[in-house]
């Protein structure tokens, strides 16, 4: 598939302007987690003040279905296979069980997942300075997954970026700005703030259903580097998008993945990617409103780098 080339509108970032970023964040976001990262700012205050977004009651996944045919973005997709299936064992009499085994590669690009505080190794560590060798082909021992083991609830604020460009989708290539999450913010009239969960939408899924998969590894829209700074200063609990939230190719010269050095590793951000709020956006316009209660449940997987996940916006 062809695709325009963006690049050149990219503000390029050098290695010395990305340190520089990194450590501005990485000194905000110093010790204020106490082990959770930025699921700190989920107090039982900033549960009980999202529970008060539930007006309608209506709910809607922002995870899209996971695809077991390979496509351009997602090579290894999930397998599934029922290993039992009726035909085999209902003989017409007596109980029977239809069971299924899936397997996955969490950290793809086309299943809606959740990365984890481990997944990031930068400089030789994880997020908070703890050591990289605490993660092992045995599992991770410290910031796995297991840390939202109780859920991820707030707030959850959406930020959508087409519709403030009057577009149906960015392009491949394209950035989201700290400019254009202000501006969003102040065409959606609504604020995002401490604890809240920050869903910014660059239209990924939208594309992807009307024209098809891409390699996304290669070039997808996504948040600039710089754009970190306003979650930094809005104190986010978790970032989320359509898309890798990662712009592809990379606008910082020398890291591949600039947001999620930022976001994970410098922040301490649990990371939601390529969810989809195509379902969603009808209905906040419906009710002329951009936040809701979210509610984020991870499996169980006490060793994890990251879980497919089904987000629930409750409006």
Same mark, same amino acid.
């Given at each position: 598939?062809?695709?325009? /080339?963006?690049?050149?509108?990219?503000?390029?970032?050098?290695?010395?302007?990305?340190?520089?970023?990194?450590?501005?964040?990485?000194?905000?976001?110093?010790?204020?987690?106490?082990?959770?990262?930025?699921?700190?700012?989920?107090?039982?205050?900033?549960?009980?003040?999202?529970?008060?977004?539930?007006?309608?009651?209506?709910?809607?996944t922002?995870?899209?279905?996971?695809?077991?045919?390979?496509?351009?973005?997602?090579?290894? #997709?999930?397998?599934?296979?029922?290993?039992?299936?009726?035909?085999?064992?209902?003989?017409?009499?007596?109980?029977?069980?239809?069971?299924?085994?899936?397997?996955?590669?969490?950290?793809?690009?086309?299943?809606?997942?959740?990365?984890?505080?481990?997944?990031?190794?930068?400089?030789?560590?994880?997020?908070?300075?703890?050591?990289?060798? $605490?993660?092992?082909?045995?599992?991770? $021992?410290?910031?796995?997954?297991?840390?939202?083991?109780?859920?991820?609830?707030?707030?959850?604020?959406?930020?959508d970026i087409?519709?403030?460009?009057?577009?149906? =989708?960015?392009e491949?290539?394209?950035?989201?700005?700290? /400019?254009?999450?202000?501006?969003?913010?102040?065409?959606?009239?609504v604020?995002?703030?401490?604890?809240?969960?920050l869903?910014?939408?660059?239209?990924?899924?939208?594309?992807?259903?009307?024209?098809?998969? =891409?390699?996304?590894?290669?070039?997808?829209?996504?948040?600039?580097?710089?754009a970190?700074?306003?979650?930094?200063?809005?104190?986010?609990?978790?970032?989320?998008?359509?898309?890798?939230? /990662? $712009?592809?190719?990379?606008? $910082?010269?020398?890291?591949?993945?600039?947001?999620?050095?930022?976001?994970?590793?410098?922040?301490?951000?649990?990371?939601?990617?390529?969810?989809?709020?195509?379902d969603?956006? #009808?209905?906040?316009?419906?009710?002329?409103? =951009?936040?809701?209660?979210?509610?984020?449940?991870?499996?169980?997987?006490?060793?994890?780098?990251?879980s497919?996940?089904? #987000?629930?916006?409750?409006?």
């Open positions: 598939m062809a695709m325009e /080339d963006t690049s050149e509108r990219q503000p390029r970032q050098s290695p010395d302007e990305f340190a520089a970023l990194y450590e501005r964040l990485r000194r905000r976001a110093a010790g204020a987690g106490g082990g959770r990262g930025a699921l700190a700012t989920l107090t039982p205050d900033t549960v009980r003040a999202a529970a008060a977004e539930v007006r309608s009651g209506r709910t809607v922002l995870a899209s279905p996971v695809e077991t045919e390979p496509t351009p973005d997602n090579p290894r #997709p999930a397998g599934h296979r029922l290993t039992s299936p009726p035909e085999v064992t209902a003989d017409g009499t007596g109980l029977h069980f239809a069971t299924d085994h899936f397997s996955m590669d969490v950290h793809g690009d086309a299943d809606s997942h959740l990365d984890a505080l481990c997944h990031v190794v930068y400089n030789g560590t994880l997020h908070g300075g703890v050591p990289a060798a $605490t993660v092992t082909a045995d599992g991770a $021992t410290a910031l796995s997954v297991e840390l939202a083991r109780n859920g991820i609830v707030g707030r959850g604020v959406l930020l087409p519709r403030l460009r009057e577009v149906p =989708w960015l491949p290539g394209d950035h989201v700005s700290a /400019d254009d999450l202000v501006a969003a913010e102040r065409s959606q009239q604020r995002v703030g401490e604890g809240d969960l869903l910014v939408r660059v239209g990924h899924r939208r594309r992807r259903n009307e024209t098809g998969p =891409w390699d996304a590894a290669r070039t997808r829209a996504g948040l600039h580097p710089t970190m700074e306003f979650l930094a200063e809005r104190r986010v609990a978790a970032l989320g998008s359509d898309s890798n939230n /990662d $712009t592809a190719p990379s606008p $910082t010269e020398g890291v591949g993945f600039p947001v999620h050095v930022l976001g994970v590793h410098a922040l301490g951000l649990h990371l939601f990617d390529y969810l989809q709020f195509e969603l956006v #009808p209905l906040c316009e419906q009710e002329g409103r =951009w936040s809701f209660l979210c509610v984020v449940a991870p499996l169980r997987l006490p060793a994890a780098t990251g497919p996940v089904n #987000p629930i916006a409750i409006l």
